[in-house]
Nanobody, 124 residues
Framework: QVQLVESGGGLVQAGGSLGLSCAASGLTFSNYAMGWFRQAPGKEREFVAAVSWNSLNTYYADSVKGRFTISRNNAKKTMYLRMDSLKPEDTAVYYC?????????????????WGQGTQVSVSS
């Protein structure tokens, strides 16, 4: 049974930083590209970032480029999202996702597995 478990969400002031983690089990982690999506209230789920299985390639939504950093540790079966210079519009539930194909700018229908989500709230 595949499980993706996010952690690290919380409340932070605008301009602050936060780190998310996604711990994977039940799958061969290094065989999967990994990524993050987010969903704000009243909005559709949107792509945030993705990283290839070997960390050589990373992809970001324009809205987070230069502020967010995605990474992974295959030995720990864990993916990370470092979020800096946070803005109120970054407030959302953040979801971890795994895809058996290539990393890229993913659509919502592409991932094979999803986590349950973790709330990130940025106050102004």
């Amino acid at each position: 049974q595949v499980q993706l478990v996010e952690s690290g969400g919380g409340l932070v002031q605008a301009g602050g930083s936060l780190g998310l983690s996604c711990a994977a089990s039940g799958l061969t982690f290094s065989n999967y590209a990994m990524g993050w999506f987010r969903q704000a209230p009243g909005k559709e789920r949107e792509f945030v970032a993705a990283v290839s299985w070997n960390s050589l390639n990373t992809y970001y939504a324009d809205s987070v480029k230069g502020r967010f950093t995605i990474s992974r540790n295959n030995a720990k079966k864990t993916m990370y999202l470092r979020m800096d210079s946070l803005k109120p519009e970054d407030t959302a539930v953040y979801y971890c996702a795994a895809h058996g194909g290539s990393a890229g700018i993913w659509t919502e229908g592409l991932p094979d597995y999803w986590g349950q989500g973790t709330q990130v709230s940025v106050s102004s």
